[in-house]
């Protein structure tokens, strides 16, 4: 069995900064692609910022140039920094893998349970 566990998520003001983290735990053989969605009430889930094994990144055009991506693929991790927070980013924030679960016959996608982010002043 595979869970991720998210955490960092916190009440900031507008221009403030968080850090949210994922931890990959279980029967892990191997994990692809790493990544943060958020879904902000009354709206779908949508991409915030993806990495690859080797640590190429994706963003959505809303968080570029204040959020960053990061991984620590011993650890099984993934991060994400938020600065120069906006009302806007309010969201649960969610942790998405695809990996390879040992014993499995291909590559599943794997979600946490949530973290929330609140920016209000």
């Known amino acids: 069995q595979v869970h991720l566990v998210e955490s960092g998520g916190d009440l900031v003001q507008p221009g403030g900064s968080l850090r949210l983290s994922c931890a990959a735990a279980?029967?892990?053989?191997?994990?692809?692609?790493m990544g943060w969605y958020r879904q902000a009430p009354g709206k779908q889930r949508e991409l915030v910022a993806t990495?690859?094994?080797?640590?190429?990144?994706n963003y959505a055009d809303s968080v570029k140039g204040r959020f960053t991506i990061s991984r620590d693929n011993a650890k099984k991790s993934v991060y994400l920094q938020m600065n120069s927070l906006k009302p806007e980013d309010t969201a649960v924030y969610y942790c998405?893998?695809?990996?390879?679960?040992?014993?499995?016959?291909?590559?599943?996608?794997?979600w946490g349970q949530g973290t929330q982010v609140t920016v209000s002043s």
């Open positions: 279980g029967n892990i053989a191997s994990i692809n692609t």
């Open positions: 990495i690859t094994y080797g640590g190429s990144t």
């Open positions: 998405n893998a695809l990996l390879y679960e040992r014993g499995s016959i291909r590559w599943n996608n794997y």
